[in-house]
């Protein structure tokens, strides 16, 4: 079975700080990983989607790399801000549309 | 698009009702996911279907759990009877041909 790990499991930082958020998994046979954020009480926002073949995607002031070899992706934040603050998951889709969550690394930005 | 539309948002219920979640997906997608997130065990991956087809149901936690897709646009979430260690929140989402995936607002549930 596919396991996903985040650390740290939660973060805090100063306004305007450059931050990078890491997720591992286990198994390198994944179809895309995917990166979301999750406000308090709400719902989860895809932030960005990796394909298998693919090595970074980048918007805005986000950027996800993905090493399938090595079982890592990182999500580099620029210049934090308040409004960053939030938890944010990753998620491995393999073939056959299973679906891997991390647990999630709380993140906040301290004004 | 109005996004992936779920109901109820809150639902409060005593041990041994029947629950029903609903969802309605994404326009044009083919693919409806229904999870499950709690504190201890995070988000968990509940059943998939793939146009309207039952995929892969090997999450759901026992057989007082059942889902059914009618059609393209509507999606449902029974248990029944719903027991206090149920309580989490489920969440519907759906995507089109292993593209994005987009999550609906969730359903809160507490089992008394």
């Known amino acids: 079975k596919q396991e996903v790990t985040q650390i740290p499991a939660a973060l805090s930082v100063p306004e305007g700080e450059n931050l990078v958020l890491n997720c591992s998994f286990t198994?390198?046979?994944?179809?895309?990983l995917q990166w979301f954020r999750q406000d308090p009480g709400k719902g989860l926002t895809s932030l960005l989607l990796?394909?298998?073949?693919?090595r970074e995607q980048t918007s805005g002031r986000l950027n996800a790399s993905l090493d399938k070899s090595s079982g890592r992706s990182t999500l580099y934040i620029a210049a934090s801000q308040p409004g960053d603050s939030a938890t944010y998951l990753c998620?491995?889709?393999?073939?056959?549309?299973?679906?891997?969550f991390g647990t999630g690394t709380s993140l906040t930005v301290i004004p | 698009d109005a996004g992936v539309i779920q109901s109820p948002r809150h639902e409060v219920t005593e041990m041994g009702q029947e629950v029903t979640l609903r969802c309605k997906p994404i326009?044009?997608?083919?693919?409806l996911f229904w999870y499950r997130q709690t504190m201890m065990r995070g988000l968990e991956l509940l059943i998939y279907?793939?146009?309207?087809?039952?995929?892969?149901d090997s999450g759901m936690p026992e057989d007082r759990f059942s889902a059914k897709m009618p059609n393209a646009s509507f999606s449902t979430l029974k248990i029944q009877p719903s027991e206090p260690r149920d309580s989490a929140v489920y969440f519907c989402?759906?995507?089109?041909?292993?593209?994005?995936?987009?999550f609906g607002p969730g359903t809160r549930l507490t089992v008394l």
């Open positions: 998620a491995v889709r393999r073939t056959g549309n299973q679906f891997y």
């Open positions: 990796i394909q298998s073949s693919q």
């Open positions: 989402a759906s995507d089109r041909n292993t593209d994005t995936q987009y």
């Open positions: 279907f793939n146009n309207n087809v039952p995929i892969d």
């Open positions: 198994d390198s046979a994944i179809y895309n």
């Open positions: 326009s044009g997608h083919n693919s």
